[in-house]
């Protein structure tokens, strides 16, 4: 029998359980954290995810112990045992929810990932997973070296939501020496624009000067990363950034670029600088 099968009756039984605890919780709080504990060992993943988020939701710091426990067994011949992650992902979710600064859990699943086959071939069903642990990492006790080394890492990981997050966390992370990653990965290029459009984003975060840094890929020539410069100086809020924006609107743009552009920029604070197309020459 599987690792995570058991009865559609009893699996069932089980869900009810939970999402009744949830609705009603007991006032008996020791029994409420015994029975999350118990459906902490359950072997089947998807009842364990939900018994992780309750631990989180209702801010049950005693089972941070069970919780991690939890996960180093879902670690174990993974694509048997958390097949989706499902365990792994809640797991993680409700320690970042406790405020578990132990940076040992998370650092292990930012490196994790699970290939499950699928129509075709196989995927990796750990991006959240690794996602989710990037971004625990800001509220860790851990020291500038690693914490950079690992979100270096996290810039090159194979799914685009993970390098995002790994720019979006160089920015909280509050160490001036971040910007030299978000510089080298901005230049480096990324298949996905959406992944340079968050560097130059965090980087502005980090060093307001960078207007002129970021203005550069206003001469790409791929369109996506012009719309990703102008929405990133955009969302900066840096005086700085409007001059910049003007002369860029001035040239002569690609039609689906100015749409593009335009929409970014009549949604926020440019509003009056930039109006409606229908206005332009």
Not at 134 to 143: G, M, P, T
Request: proline share 6%.
């Amino acid at each position: 029998m599987h690792a995570n099968a058991m009865s559609k009756r009893a699996f069932d039984e089980k869900i009810e359980a939970l999402d009744a605890l949830r609705a009603s919780p007991p006032s008996d709080i020791a029994a409420f954290a015994l029975a999350i504990t118990k459906e902490l060992t359950n072997r089947n993943n998807f009842v364990a995810s939900k018994a992780a988020a309750l631990a989180g939701d209702f801010q049950h710091r005693a089972l941070i112990p069970d919780l991690l426990a939890a996960f180093e067994r879902f670690m174990l011949d993974p694509v048997k045992t958390d097949p989706q992650c499902w365990a792994k992902n809640a797991i993680v979710k409700a320690l970042k929810d406790l405020s578990h600064t132990d940076a040992a859990v998370y650092l292990r699943g930012i490196r994790h990932i699970q290939m499950e086959p699928v129509w075709g071939g196989q995927a990796d069903s750990a991006t959240t997973l690794r996602s989710t642990c990037v971004l625990a990492l800001l509220d860790c006790r851990i020291d500038d070296l690693t914490m950079l080394t690992c979100l270096a890492e996290a810039l090159a990981d194979p799914e685009k939501p993970v390098r995002i997050d790994a720019a979006r966390a160089l920015s909280g992370a509050g160490i001036p020496e971040a910007a030299a990653l978000l510089r080298l990965k901005a230049l480096s290029g990324d298949r996905d624009s959406e992944v340079i459009g968050q560097c130059l984003a965090s980087l502005l975060l980090l060093q307001p000067d960078a207007v002129p840094f970021a203005a550069r890929f206003f001469d790409s020539r791929e369109p996506e990363l012009q719309v990703e410069a102008v929405a990133a100086l955009a969302q900066a809020g840096n005086p700085a950034a409007l001059p910049a924006l003007k002369e860029f609107w001035k040239r002569r743009l690609l039609p689906e670029v100015r749409q593009a552009a335009h929409t970014i920029l009549s949604a926020g604070r440019y509003k009056e600088e930039f109006p409606p197309l229908s206005r332009q020459g």
